[in-house]
DNA sequence: CAGGATCCAGTAGGATACTG
DNA sequence: CAGTATCCTACTGGATCCTG
């Protein structure tokens, strides 16, 4: 509220909002962000993961509805549509409307977008990473429940 | 399975899994972790975020399930008993019971765990930070609504 | 093509009560 | 203390239909 700087009341920040309170506003960032969908909409912008073909992976892209779509393979328009309302109001992402015979929108990471992405990424990654490893305890688990009672 | 080696297995995992497939592994393994509550038990159990009195913050601990509870608001004991089952399920904290008169249970991180913690860590930290941003950019975004139509 | 509006099933998750 | 079991609500999220 006060006429502080951005960097200023940001610091402070970084003490004051703490995410194990129920009632804190990071709370609710937390579990905004900590969301598949975001996840994913955020890396497929972020150029993240293999792409058929070669390209500039890593680098920020502009990408339309129906490419990331077809990128996040299993994910309702309801749920992209949702995600990316979000992700805009957020102010992580950028909608562009281009008035073409169809109309065009693309959508592309903003700074800070791109700031959580690179966060993100490591998320996405470590599952990838460690899928054989968190499947090998799964089966032994799940193998001691029903084998010795030791 | 084989008899390769761990970091020999993660390094072609690495290119097999594929977290965009929906029928991939690594999506469910992402939807997992993608959840408030195991980025909270995580935080705890990392020893992340302000502690009260002086403590060896950042350092891995072993919690009982009460003062988990207790760390994180707002979690129900059912949240809170079923996050834990699972990660304790995927190989990422160990459960250690102490018959005491009253069962004493603790958790704690293990090697795997504390590795997508350090990932974690930064999620939570980034919802932190970045607040006061994020705050901002709805208060826009929302005011455009009924804003001027431009 | 991009997405709003609806309907509706499935499930996440809270409250409560009981147990070793 | 550290759960398990049950009930029940509310929201998630998919499918479908419709519009600019």
Redesign the pocket.
Known sequence: MATSTASERRAVAKREYDAFLAMCPSRQLLERIS?KWVALVLAALGGDGPRPGQSTAGEPRAM????LSRRIS??????L?QT??ALERDGMVT?TVTPTV????TYELTALGHSLQGVMRGIKEWAEGHMEEVLTHRHEYDHRQVGAAD
Chains 1, 2 share one sequence.
Do not use: I
């Open positions: 969301d339309r509805f129906s490419e299993g994910v309702s328009q309801k749920m549509t990316l309302r909608r169809p109309v065009t929108v």
